[in-house]
């Protein structure tokens, strides 16, 4: 087993490489690990058949991994551009493309992934206003087209004359990376995500018909037809609702 942390900041030592190495060291009790500082390589992004010794010598490292943990802060409200950069430039080897350009996991594909993100914004503007959240998409997305299986996310905030992380923060980052490095053939969390769908739908099934006992309060759903048509409607924007929160919205913030 091999984890490899991935820094896209512009300080190597500052509070999300801290993190990363607070992973890495709970990994290391029973893996192999290694890091890449990308801002100490010139990433550019491949050009008809050029070679492209950079890239080459980063996708090596990538395919030795079973686990990558990709570390980067947001840098005005986004993903940083040492980080974006990388993702860009490498987009072109994370999938093959089929006749319509779209990505298909190839090489990459089931292998696991953490991210690690941070911001000055403090734990509560970021809870409402997903000061994160675009870093983490970003990431998300490039890594989700090569086909990796996401393990955790990892959020620190008020990082403003931040010098150390807190204890529980590197207990946090050290907990992720011990559960990181351990070893997975496949996704197991199958089990208990049939579990945490068939817990979703009860609930909304319930909430779906107390809501239905509300209308039939103003309007008479006596008919079969008329009970099944307000029921399918109300139970479907209950779950685009919950489906958008859980797959788009949210991320980890505090
Ligand atoms: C150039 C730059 C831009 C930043 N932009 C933001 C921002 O838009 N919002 C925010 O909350 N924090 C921002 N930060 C803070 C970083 O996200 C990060 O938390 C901080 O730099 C600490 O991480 P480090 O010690 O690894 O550099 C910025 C920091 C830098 C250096």
Redesign the pocket.
């Known amino acids: 087993m091999h984890v490899l942390g991935i820094l896209g ?3 190597p030592d ?5 993190m990363l190495q607070a992973v890495l060291k709970g990994a290391n009790e029973t893996a192999t690990t290694d890091w890449i500082n990308l801002a100490d390589y010139e990433i550019k992004p491949d050009h008809d058949n050029q070679p492209n010794p950079v890239l080459d010598k980063l996708e090596a490292k990538l395919l030795a991994a079973d686990v990558w943990v990709l570390a980067a ?5 986004s993903l ?1 551009g040492v980080m974006k950069n990388f993702l860009d430039c490498f987009r072109s080897r994370i999938a093959r493309y089929n006749a319509v350009g779209e990505a298909v996991p190839d090489r990459f594909k089931n292998k696991h992934y953490v991210t690690i ?5 403090g734990g509560i503007e970021n809870y409402v206003t997903g ?1 994160t959240d675009a870093a983490f998409k970003t990431m998300d997305k490039f890594l989700t087209m090569g086909g990796l299986i996401k393990l955790r996310e990892i959020v ?1 905030t008020h ?2 004359g ?1 010098q150390t992380l807190a204890p529980a923060k590197q207990a946090e980052g050290e907990r992720v990376g011990r559960q990181a490095a351990r070893k997975k053939e496949r996704d197991d969390n199958t089990v208990k995500r049939y579990i945490e769908l068939f817990f979703m739908i009860a609930v909304m099934a319930l909430v779906t018909m107390g809501i239905e006992a509300g209308i039939g309060q103003l309007v008479p759903l006596h008919n079969f037809w008329a009970y099944y048509g307000v029921f399918v409607l109300v139970f479907y924007v209950l779950l685009a609702s919950i489906l958008h929160f859980f797959t788009v919205v949210k991320h980890r913030r505090r």
């Not at 500052?14 to 801290?18: F, H």
Request: overall charge neutral; charged content about 10%; proline content about 4%.
């Open positions: 900041s512009h300080q500052g509070v999300t490489g801290k802060p947001v840098y005005l409200g940083s993100t941070d911001c000055y914004a000061v620190i990082t403003w931040m």
